[in-house]
């Protein structure tokens, strides 16, 4: 969990994203506009000429554009703190899959283990005459079947490694055996989901900038100071500049921020209808899931091994014979790997109320 929350390039552009609102909000704290200096210098030194220069805009632009930048940072960073959570549920349940994925691979060598020795008893029942081709032939085409399974789970389990990996940002090692070590517990502590706050954050920021673009409609005023030196007499004092037109409409720039404002609205109430059906769904997946989970054995691959050896014995006793043992063995192996996919979507179910409820049991 914490080699994702320090790789994750997801959760790393989120980061970037505050770095560039701060960047927007310093440059918005005082002015507007920077100060202007102009200065004239003759060429035979006699003449000098200078003046400073500060534009305010007495409409409220700058106010309306720091109050603007203030919004989106508090956007930005709760839009981060978000992708934590969601870094961190990405992480349990791509976890997790890998977890099933290997599971689901060391399940289908041992399967394909067994079918190869059902082979061989095949084989030798048929050199000493007492089988037949039909199970020899029978008993190479299933091995064929385990060798595919076998060769798939290996592929699945290369991509789950590797979507780990993508994560956190180096090899995964050993894991554990059970998807349900993901999150061990039900979600616990919540608090306010930080991608709504985002949402009414940008939705402020959008209000403010709509604000500046209507203040805007009116030049800022210059105020400052010059100062004059020409054949040793100097003249100073206070300057006051204002740029024609006196003023704009801006009605490009009010339509665009007007626009905006109706998309960050539209963002905010869309965020917010997603988040009550995601907690809502998810905690009836839960239910569901660990209701079923709860109807199985607790540990049903400690029953498979047995009931497999049992199986492979009753074949090579000649009890039973090889159709019937492959439809029983194919019956364990397919009851071994649900449970374990059982297991699994409990594990999903219980990732996705935390994240639902942005439960802080999702951090380490």
């Known amino acids: 969990m914490r080699a994702a929350l320090a790789n994750d390039p997801a959760l790393a552009s989120r980061i970037a994203d505050v770095d560039a609102a701060a960047g927007v909000r310093r440059e918005n704290q005082l002015f507007r506009h920077n100060p202007e200096v102009d ?43 978000r992708a934590r959570f969601e870094t961190a549920a990405n992480t349990r349940i791509a976890y997790a899959r890998a977890v099933l994925a290997r599971e689901q691979l060391r399940f289908a060598e041992e399967d394909r283990a067994l079918v190869a020795r059902l082979r061989g008893v095949a084989e030798a029942r048929v050199a000493a005459g007492e089988g037949t081709d039909f199970e020899l032939r029978l008993a190479r085409l299933e091995q064929a079947r385990a060798m595919a399974a076998w060769l798939d789970a290996q592929a699945e389990a290369s991509v789950a490694d590797a979507d780990l990996a993508a994560l956190i940002g180096t090899m995964p090692g050993e894991l554990a055996r059970d998807p349900l070590v993901a999150i061990s517990a039900e979600p616990g502590d919540t608090s306010p989901r930080s991608d709504l706050v985002a949402t009414k954050a940008a939705t402020r920021a959008a209000q403010a900038a709509l604000a500046r673009e209507r203040s805007a409609r009116l030049p800022a005023i210059g105020f400052g100071a010059f100062y004059e030196k020409d054949a040793g007499r100097e003249l100073y004092g206070p300057v006051v500049t204002m740029q024609l037109p006196v003023w704009r409409w801006n009605q490009s720039g009010i339509g665009a921020a007007r626009g905006n404002l109706r998309l960050a609205k539209a963002i905010e109430a869309s965020t917010a209808a997603r988040a009550a059906t995601e907690e809502a769904r998810a905690a009836e997946r839960l239910r569901v899931a660990e209701e079923s989970l709860a109807t199985l054995a607790p540990d049903l691959e400690a029953e498979a091994a047995p009931a497999l050896r049992a199986i492979e014995r009753l074949f090579t006793s000649g009890e039973v014979n090889l159709s019937d043992t492959l439809l029983l063995r194919s019956r364990v192996v397919e009851g071994e790997r649900a449970w374990m996919e059982a297991r699994a979507a409990v594990a999903g179910a219980r990732i996705d109320v935390a994240l639902a409820r942005q439960s802080k049991i999702l951090l380490p």
């Open 39 to 81: 200065a004239l210098q003759s060429t035979d030194g006699d003449r000098f000429t200078g003046t400073l220069v500060q534009r305010l805009s007495l409409t409220g632009e700058g106010f309306n554009a720091s109050r603007s930048a203030r919004a989106g940072v508090d956007s930005a960073q709760a839009a981060a703190e």
